[in-house]
DNA sequence: CGCCTAGTTGAGGTAAGTCAATTCACGTGG
DNA sequence: CCACGTGAATTGACTTACCTCAACTAGGCG
């Protein structure tokens, strides 16, 4: 497969849909304005609704949701190549809010733009549908991690998901990789509170099997862990792409 | 809006796009064969990838995940009018499997189809991508529910949730609806055991929220029961069609 | 009648939460 | 250079929400 771009979105796509000359040139001219934003204040605040979704050229990020009594749940992490605020775009509603965890770089897509995209190029919508399809399996896991797994799992499951991921997008290796999340924001994730974050840490540390401290997550018995959180990450990676 | 067919699916592509005349013929040719299933055995087991998803016609269903400890947790309840197994279907993988609630009803629709028609008419597509937005958009408030609502305010918005939807298919009036769910399921979806549910139960009959018994959900102060658990139905309905 | 599944209730255990104190890393200004 | 402030990580003591085990009831159905 050639590209005339390499940028994230074509990266993205391309694993599901094989992308014709004309559909790279598409989206190219989706990729509007670059935006910087620098790491903590939110970004788009929950209730207020956005007409541009973005797509992470470098940084970190998470989505999250506020309740009432100030307990937050991040319902996912970005890194680079994912969507950010797709679905609030789509269904016009922004009811969750994002934090930059790091500087980062976004590029902007606008929502007219996709529509008119999807009326003249079928493909990308379908290639659309299936990075969405893939963000809900992710989503969907995570789920199953706060549901039915304790904390101890649920935190090895999710390093693992997170070190795939990073590894689709070159970000990182089989023995580990640099994660700038606090504890904070892994307590968010799991439904747990950080302090717990920080001895189901230790625990996992002392039994050998990952260590995440200053940045730094390394695995220490990479198949063990697999084996321990039960974790298989087909829902992550298809093969190749899925339409020719 | 007029419509040559009434059939779930019209129903709820409709609400995202208005669809054409040409487009609702080929909505038509998507249903392809009518099936039954009885209550209980699972329709699609977790691992085996299913050429076809399904549209529920009649009858309530449940998507869940099995852990290797005998643990379950169901991901979302399906209603008429929902897709079955849509996601495994684009993904090719089925990581998850189906349970029939009650006796169900429902129309096949391959995925090949869904692909050509895809290209041929784009908008369809589009309103794919949105109902599949919806979906995912409840599974991430179930999350929250799961992470970080304590269980008498996660049964509360459960029951709120599901009343909704069944308003949106005309099965559930304000005061209350008809509900095959045994307290194994609602266990198995909130992440709690069936024991504990039977008491937040009584404990929400008690504090005059709502009353769950004998398959009926009452709700004996919806407004209150609003209150309690947070709930915002924003994300499940959008006014009329987004795309014109 | 007997069996089976769903629901109900009690007693006691445990995973995770809360409150509180301390340390550590890191910037910033005197 | 050092004092200071701030946010994150760490650890301990105690509380609690939910789980486990166990017994019992109620309804449906051959």
Redesign the interface.
Known sequence: MFSIEDTPLVRKLGAFVSLSEAELRVLETLHKRRRRFIAGPELVHQGQSDQAAYILASGWACSF?M??DG???I?DFQIPGDFLG??SV????S??GIEPITDMEVTEVSAADL?VA??????L??A???A??????M??E???D????HAAERMAHFLLELGARLNLVGMGIKTGYACPLTQTHLADA??LTAIHVNRILRQLRERGLVTFQSGIVTFDSYNEMVDFA?F?P??LN?GGP??R
Chains 1, 2 share one sequence.
Do not use: C, M
């Open positions: 949701k309740l009432k307990g937050r749940q319902v797709l679905r789509l269904l016009h509603i009811d969750h529509l999807f009326e003249r190029h079928p493909r919508a379908t659309i549908l299936w969405a399809s893939r963000d809900e399996a989503v969907v995570h789920l199953v706060i549901g039915r797994r799991l439904g039960e298989n087909a829902y298809q899925l339409l």
